[in-house]
């Protein structure tokens, strides 16, 4: 096969490279890359889903528009905010898929909330996985051929499939979510091409530190085809201690194994599993539940604090991404 040539059953990237060179294009322009917010961590467990599904609830509510993709098979964004027995909302991943393999823009099943838009994971985000499986090894593929060690940034096109489905809808949006699965390194490194800044959870314990790390070597790969990608910062999740020497250390620990790229948010999500997992349950965030008959008295008070948290780091979230924002104004 000749070394150009794109084999009949991959997606043709001709789309995909025409819009990440209008992206870069348009940089010149003064775009808004502050927009696009993925949520990351190489590691399960370490509350991407719940800070996706609190913080855009949180924003919406303050009269933005919000969109949630959720690139994960579990589709727990659904679980979050209660729309899994809802087949309007709730399409298994096959919005995503039909934007990804059809090359269209990404669009959202309706809204979970008022101004809450979502694009839902589900199993048929397995199809999307497979072809971009088969992207990166046509692309390794390539560079063989030309005797290469590695790949360039345009054999790696294929990493740019959701930025060229999220580009045409980026303008609708004040905040756009992704929420990513921790398992598969071919949706994180689309995540990352598509964002302009990445909000990293991390609980305390030495695995999920680990994951930090795979993390920052994605973003390295990923940065090829995205300079402007940004980390946010890291969220302490389900931390069990307020002693602030202990967050200290934590913290300090976090700033290392990023090679201190990247702020630790001042708030942390505390430890309160019985008050995460009811809210998971009724498909209400935290928030919502604050001061709701449908939980029991005795969950209240611990539901009140998680809420508390979650509303406090959504207010840090946008200053830090209002301060983006004027950071890439000046240097326009
Ligand atoms: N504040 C909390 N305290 C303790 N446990 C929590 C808290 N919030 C959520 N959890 C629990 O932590 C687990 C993981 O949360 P979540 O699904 O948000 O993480 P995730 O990083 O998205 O996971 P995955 O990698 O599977 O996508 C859930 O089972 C949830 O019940
Ligand atoms: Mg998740």
């Known amino acids: 096969m000749p070394a150009q040539t794109v084999p009949f059953d991959l997606v043709d990237l001709a789309e995909v490279r025409r819009a990440l060179q209008r992206r870069d294009d348009a940089a010149d322009d003064h775009i808004d890359r502050t927009r696009i917010l993925v949520i990351i961590n190489g590691k399960g467990g370490v509350g991407k889903s719940s800070l996706a599904s609190a913080i855009a609830v949180a924003i919406a509510k303050t009269r933005r528009r919000v969109l949630l993709v959720e690139l994960d098979e579990q589709g727990n964004n659904a679980e979050d905010l209660g729309y ?38 589900g199993a048929l985000l397995e199809d999307i996985v497979e072809e971009l499986y088969c992207q990166r090894r046509h692309a390794r593929m390539r560079a063989t051929q030309r005797g290469a060690d590695l790949p360039t940034p345009d054999d790696n096109a294929w990493m740019g499939m959701y930025a060229a489905a999220i580009e045409p809808v980026r303008d609708d949006y004040d905040l756009i979510i992704l929420d990513v699965a921790p398992g598969s390194e071919v949706l994180q490194l689309q995540a990352l091409v598509a964002g302009d800044s990445a909000l990293i959870p991390s609980r305390s314990d030495p695995s999920s530190r680990k994951g930090l790390r795979t993390v920052a070597r994605r ?72 001061s709701s008959e449908e939980i029991d008295p005795a969950l209240r008070k611990s539901m009140k604090l998680l809420a508390g948290d979650y509303q406090s780091l959504s207010i840090e979230v946008m200053q830090a991404l209002a301060e983006l924002h004027n950071e890439q104004e000046g240097e326009a």
Do not use: C
């Open 84 to 121: 899994t027995k809802d087949p309007a909302l709730n399409d298994d991943g096959a919005a995503q898929k039909t934007a990804i393999l059809d090359g269209k823009p990404l669009q959202p099943t309706g809204t979970a909330r008022p101004n809450l838009h979502v694009v839902p994971g």
């Open 219 to 290: 973003f390295a790969q990923a940065r090829e085809l995205n300079e402007f990608l940004r980390i946010l910062g890291v969220v302490l999740f389900a931390t069990n201690s307020s002693a602030t020497k202990v967050q200290a250390k934590i913290v300090e620990s976090l700033q290392k194994d990023l090679r201190g790229a990247a702020p630790v948010f001042e708030q942390s999500i505390r430890y309160v599993e019985a008050a995460a997992v009811k809210a998971r349950d009724l498909g209400k965030v935290p928030q919502e539940l604050r």
